[in-house]
């Protein structure tokens, strides 16, 4: 069983960065693959960004590509957002979120097995 605790979330300007970074507990980190969620208020969950299990691979959501990057250090049982060029529309919760290996698409989050508590990122115009 995972345990996963985001933090670095905060308040920034349109235009600035954030990192965020979710901690997970246990030693089989490395066997799932990660990814990166978000809601905003009286809106779904969406689908931000997935790393594989050993970070070779790396999918995002068109409304964040080029300007968010996952990554993921498996020794220390950590993977990580970059937030750049952040904009009003970015302002949401943030949740990262655990899958094991029958994991079939990383962009639904029913495929998840772990989920963090999330951090609050807010963008002001």
């Known amino acids: 069983q995972a345990q996963l605790v985001e933090s670095g979330g905060g308040l920034v300007q349109a235009g600035g960065s954030l990192t965020l970074s979710c901690a997970a507990s246990?030693?089989?980190?490395?066997?799932?693959?990660m990814g990166w969620f978000r809601q905003a208020p009286g809106q779904e969950r969406e689908f931000v960004s997935a790393?594989?299990?050993?970070?070779?691979?790396?999918y995002y959501a068109d409304s964040v590509k080029g300007r968010f990057t996952i990554s993921r250090d498996n020794a220390k049982n950590t993977v990580y957002l970059q937030l750049n060029s952040l904009k009003p529309e970015d302002t949401a919760f943030y949740y990262c979120?655990?899958?094991?290996?029958?994991?079939?698409?990383?962009?639904?989050?029913?495929?998840?097995?772990?989920w963090g508590q999330g951090t609050q990122v807010t963008v002001s115009s």
């Open positions: 979120a655990a899958a094991g290996p029958r994991a079939a698409d990383w962009s639904r989050s029913n495929e998840y097995d772990y």
């Open positions: 790393i594989s299990r050993r970070g070779i691979s790396t």
């Open positions: 246990g030693r089989t980190f490395s066997t799932y693959a």
